[in-house]
């Protein structure tokens, strides 16, 4: 049995399907930056529980305002924790909001820093206006930070990374979309892979997970140092 | 309210024109570090969209964000030149907060005699 769509119906499903493909990921291509080098990482040392948080992190589109936007960096963290899980780094991580740690993970990560969208918007009007036949790019920068606080020896590391991708909106694109996010994913690969590196180096993530520590802890043994207090920061403001 | 003028170390968070922002801070008397937890000061850099462009450079609002634990403690914007420029705009804005370092720190040790000279038994 064969289905007759009217020719009417036709043209209206292309436009449905084309608009569907513009307002999706369909229509675009990602390049990466190539700011940062890929690089070999040694096995983990441990594998462990991390939960993670946004704090002072702005995302700036061009030719719009400012804003804080935990939702972008949250979506960031996201990205780039995925990646950690996938190359085995850690074993769990759970996304807390701002300031409300549980205290039972083995560290406590927060996400920082600025990301920028550069694009020209004489073009995005040009490209809009002819129904994206024209192309237009976004070449999305980041210069971002982790700072990460070990929980049982209360010591705290930082790292932080610069890298971009750039991202082309064109119709025809739509025939790409089986690569169109490769670029976007090799940037936040690099850029997890170096901030992992960083941390590594610095000293992090080289403790036993906690449950060994909690099997092995009894009250007679002296408290863990936490640190002065005065060196813990503030829980980062949050705006949406 | 700027806390802790004395120090004049800075971390600086800039998505793009990272370099020419951070020579600036330098040439105004800024210590840029590269460690987050190294400095009291987090200094967000954003250049806004290209309004106008010349053989030297391109035009942008450029703000500076410094923010303490979590929160703005100043917020410079301007409109000027950046590139090779002259005056450049993140020389202008440096400057400016170098300004204000200085004009905080000196407040500052102010407050603090003041404090014990009034402290003082007569």
Known sequence: MTIRIPERSKKELVIVILLAAMSGPGCIMTRAGGQLDPIDLEPPVIKPNVEETVGDFAFTLEGGKMITSYRAGKTLNQLLTKHWKKQGYVSRVEHVAASEFSGTADYNMTLSGSQYGESSIGMQLLSGLTLFLLPYSVDTKFDIQYTVEDLRAGAKYSAGVQDHYITTVQLFLLFALPFSQRGMNETMGNMADHLYQQLREKGAFDLPPTSTAVETMNPDSPPFDRGHPADRTEPAEVAD | ?122
Request: overall charge neutral; aromatic content about 6%.
């Open chain 2, 1 to 122: 309210m700027l806390d802790d003028a004395s120090n004049r170390s800075l971390f600086v968070v800039a998505a793009s024109h990272r370099r020419a922002a951070v020579e600036a801070l330098s040439s105004a008397g800024f210590t840029v570090v590269e460690d987050l937890l190294a400095s009291p000061h987090y200094l967000r850099v954003v250049v806004g969209v290209q309004k106008n462009s010349a053989a030297c450079g391109s035009l942008h609002n450029v703000k500076y964000d410094l923010r303490q634990k979590g929160r703005s403690a100043v917020a410079l914007t301007r409109s000027g030149w950046i590139g090779h420029c002259q005056a450049n705009v993140f020389e202008q804005l440096a400057q400016e907060l170098s300004e204000l370092f200085d004009r905080a720190a000196a407040e500052s040790t102010r407050n603090e005699s003041k404090t014990q000279y009034e402290g003082e038994p007569i």
